[in-house]
């Protein structure tokens, strides 16, 4: 028997507990969906809603797996962030399945930046990339010879007897998305997921995921999974997933997953027919970048159904969002918040403080532009260093012995950014209550102001935490 698991434990992450807004595991459930297919027995241990590492290993004993593969939910950003919480939740997990006598394979952004960790903790192989089709050949080898090495097999490194890590070639990225199975829901106690979110907000939200990777070039952001291209399903084939989730799952709101929703006017076209034509309509919410905001796709998103698009703004000065290498302007944040607007799909922003050469000139750009715009919700975080970014390479020398938060809420500065942490934190305060009041608090920006030359980054006092 094989047991996938993932290592995001809600109950260890303060912030998001108290958002009480769980998905379940969407990659571990589609690597599910395509081992089940091949014949394999799987179960699947969700940490999500579970109490802790001590639930895993009671699963441990009572289900006796010869294989654990821990396949994190890469389509989920806060398994991207590898907080100091979640690597520790994996490499006790890792710890617990090899004490069982199990075979242990990993799959996530942390285990691809620092696989040493890994393999120190007992892990037999590190997934590099997608997880599906190398989890299928690693189960097939095991299944016909469970002792075998794994050293060798395309997109996984190992650690030969001398203490070498050994990386096999990469596999290919997979392209054809729509030959994969639907993801495996049964694996998960849905109605555990359905009561959380009753409980919390009144309704039920649930994920999909339309695509995979990202083809445009932010030099903060990482992209250790899937890379800078970019593959999509079908849009017949995205209708046909929301059709059978309305008919199975019953939620009453979608999240898609994607970095990029739709890419292109003609995707997004076809998609909101498609939707419409199977009725599958269910309302939903997406991530996009604002320069894809066209006329068209805000008239075919709200068509579809979409409730709320959430844009990376970043920041409201144009020479931040060059040195970014963003590639959209100021200009188009307006003009596709305006847009979604008129039709009546909500405009939220992602807004990232601290980056580099960012002064008090630059943060009182991006907070005019949140006044004069007013977008439905925002996020707020500070930049945030991760391993084969450009941005991590530019800021490296600057990094302490902490390179990660320890949970979501912490939005420390890990960097020499201009101003210190509880500042940044006193800035995405203020940007929250103007936001959520739609009433700019001049007195207050006033104030924060003043304080900015006092507030100025002490990075040995980070570094020392």
């Known amino acids: 028997m094989l047991l996938l698991a993932h290592s995001y434990f809600l109950r260890a992450d303060a912030k998001q507990l108290a958002r009480m807004k769980p998905y379940p595991p969407l990659a ?79 799959n996530g952004s942390d285990s691809a930046d620092h696989p040493a960790q890994y393999f120190d903790a007992g892990a037999d192989a590190v997934i590099f990339g997608e997880a599906e089709w190398t989890m299928l050949e690693v189960a097939d080898r095991l299944r016909s010879a469970p002792r075998a090495s794994l050293c060798g097999i395309a997109g996984t490194a190992t650690r030969d007897a001398n203490g070498v890590i050994v990386r096999a070639p990469s596999r290919p990225a997979l392209r054809e998305l729509d030959q994969l199975p639907l993801p495996a829901w049964d694996l998960v106690d849905v109605d555990r997921y359905r009561t959380a979110w009753m409980g919390a907000h009144g309704r039920f939200s649930w994920n999909i995921v339309s695509s995979r990777g990202c083809p445009f070039g932010c030099n903060w952001c990482a992209k250790p999974v899937f890379g800078r291209r970019y593959s999509q399903r079908s849009p017949e084939c995205v209708a046909h997933e929301m059709q059978r989730l309305k008919v199975e799952i019953r939620p009453d709101h979608l999240w898609f997953c994607d970095d990029i929703f739709g890419l292109t006017p003609q995707w997004i076209i076809r998609f909101a027919k498609a939707v419409l034509a199977c009725d599958a309509r269910i309302p939903f919410m997406i991530q996009c970048r604002a320069d894809l905001i066209t006329s068209d796709v805000a008239s075919a998103l709200a068509d579809a159904g979409a409730e709320e698009v959430w844009m990376g703004v970043e920041s409201g000065s ?148």
């Open 28 to 106: 571990t459930m589609l690597a599910g969906a395509l081992l089940r297919e091949r014949g394999h027995d799987v179960r699947l241990f969700d940490a999500t809603l579970a109490d802790g590492v001590d639930v895993f290993r009671a699963d441990l004993a009572a289900t006796r797996p010869a294989v654990v593969g821990i396949l994190e939910d890469n389509f989920n950003f806060l398994t991207k962030m590898c907080t100091l919480r979640m690597r520790a939740s994996t490499l006790e997990m890792v710890a617990a399945a090899r004490a069982h006598g199990c075979r242990v394979v990993v």
């Open 318 to 465: 144009q020479r931040i969002l060059d040195a970014m290498d963003k590639d959209t302007s100021v200009a188009d944040v307006r003009a596709a918040t305006r847009r979604l607007k008129e039709r009546g799909v909500r405009a939220c922003w992602f807004l990232q403080l601290g980056y580099p050469t960012e002064g008090w000139d630059e943060l009182d750009d991006t907070r005019a532009l949140v006044c004069s715009e007013w977008p439905d919700d925002i996020g707020v975080s500070v930049s945030y260093p991760l391993p084969g970014t450009r941005f991590h390479e530019a800021v490296r020398d600057q990094l302490g012995a902490r390179r990660n938060w320890e949970d979501t809420n912490e939005l420390a500065m890990l960097f020499q950014g201009t101003y210190s942490t509880a500042f940044y934190r006193q800035i995405r305060d203020q940007l929250h209550d103007e936001v959520r009041h739609r009433m700019p608090e001049a007195a207050r920006w006033a104030a924060t102001a003043a304080d900015a030359e006092f507030h100025r980054s002490e990075m040995p006092s980070l570094i020392e935490r």
